[in-house]
């Protein structure tokens, strides 16, 4: 797992995110910085329901998880096919889109006439430049990492399904190249694929663009127009200052993936999809490390996925099809099997894996601190998971994953509920944390925190980047 996993991970993550998050203000007039933008449902969308944004990007998505070529009239038939099944039962389906797919289903159903009746609605009202296919787009770039020529070919065709017009895929190519330059590298450059657009519209964009960087979200109103909503989403993203790492006050750079995606929302209007496709970008520049645990925990739609399932399908596109090389084997070691209340809290379980084959009958919420095989999933408890890898420099914002845990951990005590957090054998990622929340909950400096966890896990030893994070977000009031 290396920090661009991470990054890949993140793209449908952050969809997801921003599209959940915008969803109970759809439709409605920008947000002023008094009133609050949360995940808290409402429209007929469920706390972390994501809508048709991220539903048809899943779509895309499982099929370039199957390694094939989104290029390839097959692999766009299978498209149009789930699409075209999803919006029997889905809650919301854009006008344009369900008319396109509805008239390729009396057609005979395949992306031929899919694209014929797209073309056909172009041509009877020059107007098919709705965000309904750059909503959708993110999983084209992660299709085609190693391959930026392809991208470009795939992200225009995938667009010209439902929407016909050159506005409609000069916005997939762009947003598509800034993600896979973003997943690549860790960087935010949005005219990365410019290049790819025709000589005569570059220059239109190119001072579209400058005007989303010299203007707020909300000025871009009209953002159910694809050129608007891609406006609005780098507004956001690039107006929405940066934070400085200060580990010490809580404040960290990866907060900007939180803080772009409220600013999107703010921007009113088609607030859901503004947001998804800003986080697609945010996602693929931060990482999956950055999705605040409790977005995470309330993240679900169809087609009956969770967090945990938009990022194994994420992986499973960027690795063309082929099985997940993991072992899973650790759950065999027999030393595995630690489990001890924390020495702070009787309501917090510190485990290693094992654990999960056994939980504890009043446990409410399992965080696992390394990854879970499907075998392994707590039947009785909901189960949060961490990006967190017990190797030194393989970690992407640590200091945001130890404090955001530990934060979540607090409010599900808060709730009142019973927390078990594990790992593999406890040794170094458990004690981590549970060090880290001993220290705050007591208000003690973190060696006697982690002095105090290491005498119910005897085994504890974090390594040495732990140690050094556990100091950088938790110093010694003393010192």
Same mark, same amino acid.
């Given at each position: ?24 203000? =759809? ?34 998505? =499982? ?59 172009? *041509? ?9 296919? #750059? ?77 989303? =960087? ?16 891609? *406006? ?28 772009? #995606? ?50 194994? #399908? ?76 017990? *190797? ?18 607090? *409010? ?68």
């Amino acid at each position: 797992m290396t920090a661009r996993d991470d990054r890949a991970e993140g793209v449908l993550l952050a969809t997801a995110a921003g599209d959940a998050l915008g969803a109970p203000y =759809e439709f409605q007039l920008a947000r002023g910085p008094e009133l609050e933008v949360a995940m808290i449902g409402g429209g007929g969308w469920e706390p972390g329901e994501w809508t048709d944004d991220t539903s048809m990007a899943i779509a895309i998505a =499982e099929v370039a998880a199957t390694g094939a070529d989104l290029r390839d009239e097959a692999a766009q038939d299978a498209i149009v096919r789930r699409w075209h099944g999803w919006i029997r039962d889905a809650k919301d389906v854009g006008i344009q889109t369900r008319s396109v797919l509805t008239a390729a289903g009396r057609a005979g159903l395949s992306a031929a006439h899919a694209r014929d009746e797209s073309a056909k609605l172009h *041509q009877r009202t020059g107007r098919t430049a709705g965000n309904g296919s #750059l909503m959708r787009t993110a999983p084209v770039a992660l299709a085609y990492l190693n391959d930026e020529d392809a991208l470009v070919e795939a992200a225009r065709m995938i667009s010209e399904l439902t929407h016909f017009d050159w506005e409609a895929g000069d916005a997939c190519v762009l947003w598509c190249a800034a993600i896979r330059h973003a997943v690549l590298t860790g960087e935010r450059e949005i005219r990365i694929g410019l290049r790819h657009i025709e000589s005569s519209r570059r220059d239109v964009w190119s001072k579209r663009l400058d005007a989303a =960087e010299s203007s707020r979200p909300a000025d871009f109103a009209n953002n159910g127009w694809v050129v608007a909503a891609l *406006q609005a989403a780098w507004s956001a993203i690039a107006t929405t200052p940066v934070p400085v790492d200060d580990p010490a006050s809580g404040v960290l750079r990866a907060d900007h993936l939180r803080l772009a #995606l409220d600013a999107a929302v703010r921007a009113g209007d088609d607030t859901d999809t503004v947001a998804a496709i800003a986080g697609g970008l945010l996602g693929a520049t931060y990482g999956a490390s950055a999705v605040p645990a409790e977005w995470r925990r309330e993240l679900h739609g169809w087609p009956d996925l969770r967090a945990r399932g938009l990022v194994n #399908l994420a992986s499973a596109i960027t690795r063309g099809g082929k099985p997940d090389p993991f072992d899973f084997g650790y759950h065999n070691i027999p030393d595995s099997y630690p489990l001890t209340r924390h020495p702070h809290d009787d309501g917090v379980w510190l485990a290693g894996v094992r654990a999960l084959r056994s939980l504890p009958q009043d446990v409410d919420v399992v965080v696992s601190l390394c990854r879970v095989g499907d075998q392994d999933l707590p039947a009785d408890a909901e189960l949060v998971e961490v990006r967190l890898i017990d *190797q030194v420099g393989e970690n992407n914002n640590l200091d945001f994953v130890l404090l955001d845990t530990v934060r979540a951990v607090e *409010q599900m005590r808060r709730n009142g509920k019973i927390v078990l957090i594990h790992c593999v054998q406890a040794v170094s990622r458990t004690p981590t944390v549970g060090a880290l929340y001993g220290a705050r909950r007591r208000g003690i400096n973190v060696d006697d925190a982690l002095r105090d966890v290491a005498a119910v896990l005897p085994n504890a030893w974090p390594n040495p980047e732990f140690r050094d994070a556990l100091q950088r977000v938790h110093p010694d009031a003393r010192s």
